[in-house]
C-alpha cells in the first residue's frame, strides 16, 4: 500500500535560512521525521496558496505545526508586548486550511501554534501570555526560551488517552501563549498542574487531536510521544 500523504504546514515567508537566501518556508526535521516513521509521506504546504480544498484533495491528513503568535485581533484581544511572530498570511492559510479539514473531515493534527490557530479558527480565544495567569509552578518554557519538560494529565476517557495508553505523560514544552476558552465544538482533554489547557478533541469529528507540547522533539526516543504520530499516519489510511 502506498504511504499516505500528508500535508504538514510552514513556517511563514519571513525566516531566513542563509543571510543572503531571501524569506525561505521550512519545517523543522523532527516533525517531518515522526511522520515518516509512522509511516507517512510528508509533504511541505506553505502559507499563500488559496486552494485549501485543492491542497486537502492532494493530501491524507493535515499536520499544522508550531510558530509565531496568531494576530489578538482574531480572537478579539487587544494583544499584549510579549506577542512576537505574527504572520497575517500564515494565520489566514492556516484558518481556512483547517476549517476545510473540519468540514472535509479529514484527519487533523495540531501542535503548539496548531492548537492555538485551531481554537480560534474555530472560535475560541487564546490566552495572551501565560506567565501572567499562573502561579509559575509549570515551566512552560524553560528560562530565557527554549524546551523544557513537565507532565500533563490527560482524561481517561479521551482519544489521547486511548492513542497514548496512559493519563499523563512529560511532554517537551515551548509555548508563552495557550487556549483560554475552547472553541464550542472541542473538548479539552488534558491539562497541566497549573490548569493550562494542553489538548483538545473534536468529539464529531472522526480524528482531531491538537496539542500544546511539542512530542516531535521527543518522539524519536519516546514511544508514548511517537504514538501520536503513529495514530494520526494510520487514521490518514483510512479504513
Known amino acids: 500500500m502506498p504511504r ?3 500535508g ?6 519571513g525566516a531566513h535560512i542563509e543571510p543572503d537566501a531571501g524569506p525561505t518556508f521550512f519545517a523543522p526535521c523532527d516533525y517531518l521525521d515522526a511522520v515518516r516513521r509512522a509511516g507517512g509521506m510528508p509533504v511541505l ?8 480544498d485543492e491542497i486537502l484533495s492532494a493530501v491524507r491528513g493535515l499536520l499544522v ?30 484558518i481556512g486550511l483547517i476549517r476545510a479539514a473540519v468540514e472535509r473531515r479529514g484527519p487533523f493534527f495540531g501542535i503548539c501554534r496548531g492548537v492555538q490557530i485551531a481554537n ?4 475560541g480565544t ?3 501570555h501565560v506567565p501572567e495567569v499562573t502561579d509559575g509552578s509549570v515551566p512552560h518554557s524553560a528560562v530565557g526560551g527554549g524546551f523544557i519538560d513537565h507532565e500533563v494529565t490527560i482524561a481517561p476517557d479521551s ?10 505523560c512529560v511532554a517537551p514544552s515551548y509555548h508563552h501563549q495557550a487556549i483560554r476558552t475552547a472553541a464550542p465544538t472541542l473538548t479539552v482533554t488534558a491539562r497541566a498542574a497549573d490548569g ?21 522533539r521527543s518522539a524519536l526516543h519516546d514511544l508514548l510521544q511517537q504514538r501520536l504520530f503513529d495514530a494520526f499516519v494510520r487514521a490518514c489510511e483510512g479504513p
Do not use: C
Request: aromatic letters at 8%; zero cysteines.
Open 4 to 6: 499516505p500523504l500528508i
Open 8 to 13: 504538514v504546514t510552514t513556517y511563514d515567508r
Open 45 to 52: 504546504v506553505p502559507p499563500g496558496d488559496p486552494g485549501s
Open 65 to 94: 505545526m508550531g510558530g509565531g503568535d496568531v494576530d489578538p485581533r482574531r480572537y478579539g484581544s487587544d494583544g499584549h508586548p510579549s506577542v512576537s511572530g505574527v504572520d497575517l498570511e500564515r494565520d489566514d492559510f492556516e
Open 120 to 123: 480560534v479558527a474555530l472560535g
Open 126 to 128: 487564546l490566552i495572551e
Open 159 to 168: 482519544k489521547l488517552a486511548h492513542i497514548l495508553g496512559a493519563t499523563t
Open 196 to 216: 493550562i489547557i494542553e489538548a483538545v478533541e473534536m468529539p464529531a469529528h472522526p480524528w482531531f487531536v491538537a496539542v500544546q507540547w511539542h512530542p516531535e
